[in-house]
């Protein structure tokens, strides 16, 4: 009975056991069966979206083979992953709202940069907000407008996220954002964020690359940022902090690079010791001042060291000499004293070196020599003195090279004791017997040109006869006037002309040319060589019998008879004779006469620059390269008649009718028919001339003249180069600059020509467009000089941190505002 019972109760159990397998097994299978049926219905769901979406009708249509398509990628289970149409062959655009993302249950990447996305933020992120799966974010280089969504703190598991380039995306970082607990790379990159982080943005302890540059963030840099203990990268650049740097952000050990620069930060340096990794130190354009802290040799690691145009005082310090890694340093436009250190010759490295516009002295330490990779040098206008180490020249500014002699003054200018190497190194004491027979030379050369002077000055009348015997008898002295000009006398012409009152004046010729060649080559002035006309005067074109050609500028008659007109005329030829620049108009010579006034100019086929800019198919011509040609070489022309002639000349009409283009499209400033010398014992006080819409406006109420007045000029004329018309409406805007917020530099330039493509292009025009607002400013003591102008264009300039088509107007000339005594032009 026991044995039957035991049977029955195994038999049951087995029954009970196969009938569980049996309902498990059912229940997997339904299970299986069940999430089978999702999986196909979400990849379906999948395809269907994709397909709608319409972003890639252009290729196919053929969604079993989506994971192939460009810009998809997907997980073994064939979901979608990544979505990252490339912007160069597929343009999302409008089609952005076609794209159903809730079906994307795996997506963890999603990149649409470029895709010229138009609409808020919200907008866009109401599409994706509930993407909970998404890792990477990127909406930069698009045309998105408003504050940032606060929706973007449901992407709890973002690490990456980009909205640089939107320029229109404005206000605070919301405080939603201390939700992103993951987020490791941020970049708010050229926008137009204003306000501080909110306190929650201090909780994103993983932050490790923070990059909020060219944007408009105002006040100073909060301590708390010293809380983000793994940020590696910093960059706050371009902006409008003010404030010190604070001490915290010295504390962040784990910083590679720090870029801070074109703010008004202010301040000293101090506590670098613990930037033990940090590889990249940018701090120009700001307000720091003090000394360079012996402490900064402690940066073992430093690549690139920028402490450019700010106020730092005192010595470079030896220790400089302990950054062995260092590649670039640039210590330019500060007021920094004594010698370069010779431990400078330890940074093997060293391939960038900028200490150009300083108050460095002494020698330049022959240390250098160590530095073979050194390829790009300045230590224009500081004190040094003595000779230029050889092996600085290197391959690029070779002592040999035929055109060293531009590329020393580029690199060494301005250093009025110091002395070019001029032989090879295994020849001793070579510069002797070379500068004696120059030195004689000169001595000659100013004795002649104060001879000529003299006679000019004092009105001497020369008597014929003595003339002619003192050349018979070997007169040195008009003898020594005939060599340096190089003219061929005829005794019978000279007396005829002396006799007729023909005063007739030429240089830089053979001295053949006579009044007659002149009258027969324009065939007594005939309107068919006439080339313009002016308000008195006419311009004519005149082929010597040589062959050459040349401009002839002629009084009207009644006009010769009035004393204003004859004063401007003198006070032409006055300082054309004085003046010798490579971009100024060269005057060959000119004929006073009671019958007849003339001028002979150096002959421009192209004709001026406002002739060239208002014909569309010659403005096409001038490139933008071309532009900024012209505007250095106005620049250079400027400077040269504010700083470098024996008496400071002020042009006072300068406009584009006045700049005159050779074959080439070479500038050259011309008229100087109101040119005036400032005199430093005098009021200057003068009446208003000059061209409308070029004159600055501080001239209509004080009527002083003075080189910030040329300064003004010069700017409307640079804008007006770029914009391709006189740019009237640009600087009625200057008094309310904040009407130029929305206003981008690209949609200003001339639109005849192409947008820039190549970066350097673009990066010209910028640099040019910021000068240009510089000098025109409304006060002009905030006006840079021409001498600093001119230095700008030479320095060497950074590439562009942001596209051109992200640089407004406001940038432009916010960077102007604050160059106080350091004018060099921002890196927008």
Same mark, same amino acid.
């Given at each position: 009975?026991?044995?039957?019972?035991?049977?029955?109760?195994?038999?049951?159990?087995?029954?009970?056991?196969?009938?569980?397998?049996?309902?498990?097994?059912?229940?997997?299978?339904?299970?299986?069966?069940?999430?089978?049926?999702?999986?196909?219905?979400?990849?379906?769901?999948?395809?269907?979206?994709?397909?709608?979406?319409g972003?890639?009708?252009?290729?196919?249509?053929?969604?079993?083979?989506?994971?192939?398509?460009?810009?998809?990628?997907?997980?073994?289970? /064939?979901?979608?992953?990544?979505i990252?149409?490339?912007?160069?062959?597929?343009?999302?655009? $409008?089609?952005?709202?076609?794209?159903?993302?809730?079906?994307?249950?795996?997506?963890?990447?999603?990149?649409?940069?470029?895709?010229?996305?138009? /609409?808020?933020?919200?907008?866009?992120?109401?599409?994706?907000?509930?993407?909970?799966?998404?890792?990477?974010?990127?909406?930069?280089?698009?045309?998105?407008?408003?504050?940032?969504?606060?929706?973007?703190?449901?992407?709890?598991?973002?690490?990456?996220?980009?909205?640089?380039?939107?320029?229109y995306?404005?206000?605070?970082?919301?405080?939603?954002?201390?939700?992103?607990?993951?987020?490791?790379?941020?970049?708010?990159?050229?926008?137009?964020?204003?306000k !501080?982080?909110?306190s929650?943005?201090?909780?994103?302890?993983?932050?490790?690359?923070?990059?909020?540059?060219?944007?408009?963030?105002?006040?100073?840099?909060?301590?708390k940022? /010293?809380?983000?203990?793994?940020?590696?990268?910093?960059?706050?650049?371009?902006?409008?902090?003010?404030?010190?740097?604070?001490?915290?952000?010295?504390?962040?050990?784990?910083?590679?690079?720090?870029?801070?620069?074109?703010?008004?930060?202010?301040?000293q340096?101090?506590?670098?010791?613990?930037l033990?990794?940090?590889?990249?130190?940018?701090?120009?354009?700001?307000?720091?001042?003090?000394?360079?802290?012996?402490?900064?040799?402690?940066?073992?690691?430093?690549?690139a060291?920028?402490?450019?145009?700010?106020?730092?005082?005192?010595?470079?310090?030896?220790?400089?000499?302990?950054?062995?890694?260092?590649?670039?340093?640039?210590?330019?436009?500060?007021?920094?004293?004594?010698?370069?250190?010779?431990?400078?010759?330890?940074?093997?490295?060293?391939?960038?070196?900028?200490?150009?516009?300083?108050?460095?002295?002494?020698?330049?330490?022959?240390?250098?020599?160590?530095?073979?990779?050194?390829?790009?040098?300045?230590?224009?206008?500081?004190?040094?003195?003595?000779?230029?180490?050889?092996?600085?020249?290197?391959?690029?500014?070779?002592?040999?090279?035929s055109?060293?002699?531009?590329?020393?003054?580029?690199?060494?200018?301005?250093?009025?004791?110091? *002395?070019?190497?001029?032989?090879?190194?295994?020849?001793?004491?070579?510069?002797?017997?070379?500068?004696?027979?120059?030195?004689?030379?000169?001595?000659?050369?100013?004795?002649?040109?104060?001879?000529?002077?003299?006679?000019?000055?004092?009105?001497?009348?020369?008597?014929?006869?003595?003339?002619?015997?003192?050349?018979?008898?070997?007169?040195?002295?008009?003898?020594?006037?005939l060599?340096?000009?190089?003219?061929?006398?005829?005794?019978?012409?000279?007396?005829?002309?002396?006799?007729?009152? $023909?005063l007739?004046?030429?240089?830089?010729y053979?001295?053949?040319i006579?009044?007659?060649?002149?009258i027969?080559?324009?065939?007594?002035?005939d309107?068919?060589?006439?080339?313009?006309?002016?308000?008195?005067?006419s311009?004519?074109?005149a082929?010597?019998?040589?062959?050459?050609?040349?401009?002839?500028?002629?009084?009207?008659?009644?006009?010769?008879?009035?004393?204003?007109?004859?004063?401007?005329?003198?006070?032409?030829?006055?300082?054309?004779?004085?003046?010798?620049?490579?971009?100024?108009?060269?005057?060959?010579?000119?004929?006073?006469?009671?019958?007849?006034?003339?001028?002979?100019?150096?002959?421009?086929?192209?004709?001026?620059?406002?002739?060239?800019?208002?014909?569309?198919?010659?403005?096409?011509?001038?490139?933008?390269?071309?532009?900024?040609?012209?505007?250095?070489?106005?620049?250079?022309?400027?400077?040269?008649?504010?700083?470098?002639?024996?008496?400071?000349?002020?042009?006072?009409d300068?406009?584009?009718?006045?700049?005159?283009?050779?074959?080439?499209?070479?500038?050259?400033?011309?008229?100087?028919?109101?040119?005036?010398?400032?005199?430093?014992?005098?009021?200057?006080?003068?009446?208003?001339?000059?061209?409308?819409?070029?004159?600055?406006?501080?001239?209509?109420?004080?009527?002083?003249? *003075?080189?910030?007045?040329?300064?003004?000029?010069f700017?409307?004329?640079?804008?007006?180069?770029?914009?391709?018309?006189?740019?009237?409406?640009?600087?009625?805007?200057?008094?309310?600059?904040?009407?130029l917020?929305?206003?981008?530099?690209?949609?200003?330039?001339?639109?005849?020509?192409?947008?820039?493509?190549?970066?350097?292009?673009?990066?010209?025009?910028?640099?040019?467009?910021?000068?240009?607002?510089?000098?025109?400013?409304?006060?002009?003591?905030?006006?840079? *000089?021409?001498?600093?102008v001119?230095?700008?264009f030479?320095?060497?300039?950074r590439?562009?941190?942001? !596209?051109?088509?992200?640089?407004?107007?406001?940038?432009?000339?916010?960077?102007?505002?604050?160059?106080?005594?350091?004018?060099?032009? !921002?890196?927008?």
């Amino acid at each position: 009975m026991m044995n039957l019972n035991m049977s029955l109760t195994f038999t049951a159990s087995v029954m009970v056991m196969l009938w569980s397998t049996t309902v498990l097994s059912s229940y997997v299978a339904s299970q299986v069966a069940a999430t089978t049926s999702a999986t196909t219905l979400s990849l379906e769901r999948e395809a269907k979206a994709l397909l709608e979406s319409g972003w890639w009708s252009n290729y196919s249509n053929d969604t079993l083979r989506r994971c192939n398509w460009t810009g998809i990628s997907c997980n073994d289970a /064939g979901s979608v992953t990544k979505i990252y149409p490339p912007s160069a062959s597929i343009k999302v655009g $409008d089609k952005f709202k076609n794209m159903d993302f809730s079906c994307f249950l795996n997506l963890a990447f999603l990149s649409l940069g470029g895709h010229e996305l138009n /609409g808020t933020t919200e907008d866009f992120v109401f599409n994706i907000g509930n993407l909970s799966t998404i890792t990477h974010l990127d909406l930069s280089n698009n045309s998105l407008y408003g504050r940032l969504s606060p929706r973007l703190g449901n992407l709890t598991q973002l690490e990456f996220l980009d909205f640089s380039y939107n320029q229109y995306i404005a206000g605070s970082i919301p405080s939603e954002f201390g939700n992103l607990k993951n987020l490791a790379i941020l970049n708010l990159t050229g926008n137009r964020l204003q306000k !501080p982080f909110p306190s929650s943005f201090y909780l994103l302890t993983h932050l490790t690359h923070l990059h909020m540059s060219s944007n408009q963030l105002l006040g100073s840099i909060p301590l708390k940022l /010293g809380n983000l203990k793994s940020l590696m990268t910093l960059d706050l650049s371009n902006n409008f902090l003010d404030g010190s740097i604070p001490s915290t952000l010295f504390q962040l050990s784990n910083l590679v690079t720090i870029d801070l620069s074109y703010n008004k930060l202010v301040g000293q340096l101090t506590n670098l010791n613990r930037l033990t990794k940090l590889e990249k130190l940018l701090l120009g354009f700001n307000r720091i001042n003090g000394s360079i802290p012996s402490k900064i040799g402690d940066l073992k690691t430093l690549l690139a060291l920028s402490i450019h145009s700010n106020f730092l005082e005192g010595s470079i310090p030896e220790e400089i000499g302990n950054l062995k890694a260092l590649v670039s340093l640039d210590l330019s436009q500060n007021q920094l004293s004594g010698p370069i250190p010779p431990q400078i010759g330890n940074c093997f490295n060293l391939e960038e070196l900028n200490l150009s516009n300083n108050n460095l002295q002494g020698l330049i330490p022959n240390q250098i020599r160590k530095l073979s990779l050194l390829d790009q040098v300045d230590l224009r206008n500081n004190d040094f003195s003595s000779v230029v180490p050889y092996n600085l020249y290197g391959t690029k500014y070779h002592y040999v090279n035929s055109s060293f002699y531009k590329k020393h003054d580029e690199v060494y200018g301005g250093n009025k004791n110091l *002395t070019s190497y001029s032989c090879s190194p295994l020849k001793k004491n070579c510069n002797l017997p070379i500068s004696l027979p120059i030195t004689i030379f000169v001595a000659f050369f100013l004795f002649g040109c104060l001879l000529q002077l003299l006679l000019w000055r004092y009105k001497v009348k020369v008597n014929p006869t003595s003339v002619l015997q003192a050349t018979k008898n070997g007169g040195c002295l008009f003898q020594l006037l005939l060599w340096r000009y190089k003219v061929k006398v005829n005794p019978t012409s000279l007396l005829q002309a002396i006799k007729n009152g $023909d005063l007739f004046s030429i240089w830089n010729y053979d001295g053949k040319i006579a009044y007659e060649d002149i009258i027969a080559s324009t065939d007594d002035f005939d309107i068919r060589y006439c080339i313009g006309t002016g308000g008195y005067g006419s311009v004519y074109r005149a082929q010597l019998p040589s062959g050459r050609v040349v401009a002839l500028k002629k009084l009207h008659h009644l006009e010769a008879e009035e004393p204003a007109v004859d004063k401007s005329f003198r006070n032409e030829i006055k300082f054309l004779t004085d003046v010798r620049h490579r971009n100024i108009v060269k005057l060959h010579g000119y004929c006073l006469h009671k019958r007849c006034m003339f001028l002979i100019y150096e002959y421009m086929e192209r004709g001026s620059l406002f002739f060239m800019l208002s014909d569309d198919v010659q403005a096409v011509e001038l490139d933008w390269t071309k532009r900024v040609n012209i505007i250095k070489s106005t620049a250079n022309a400027l400077s040269y008649l504010h700083f470098e002639c024996t008496s400071i000349m002020v042009h006072r009409d300068i406009s584009s009718n006045n700049i005159l283009l050779n074959s080439d499209l070479e500038a050259f400033v011309s008229d100087f028919g109101t040119a005036r010398i400032i005199d430093p014992d005098s009021s200057n006080e003068t009446r208003l001339v000059g061209t409308y819409g070029y004159v600055a406006p501080e001239l209509a109420y004080t009527m002083v003249v *003075t080189e910030k007045c040329d300064v003004y000029s010069f700017g409307v004329l640079a804008l007006e180069t770029l914009v391709g018309k006189h740019p009237a409406e640009i600087l009625s805007l200057l008094s309310a600059p904040s009407s130029l917020q929305n206003i981008m530099l690209i949609d200003v330039l001339d639109p005849r020509l192409s947008p820039p493509t190549c970066q350097l292009v673009a990066q010209n025009i910028v640099h040019v467009a910021t000068i240009a607002f510089a000098c025109s400013q409304a006060d002009p003591n905030l006006r840079p *000089t021409m001498k600093h102008v001119s230095q700008m264009f030479l320095s060497c300039q950074r590439s562009l941190r942001n !596209p051109l088509r992200t640089i407004s107007l406001l940038q432009l000339v916010n960077c102007g505002m604050h160059m106080e005594g350091s004018y060099q032009a !921002p890196q927008c």
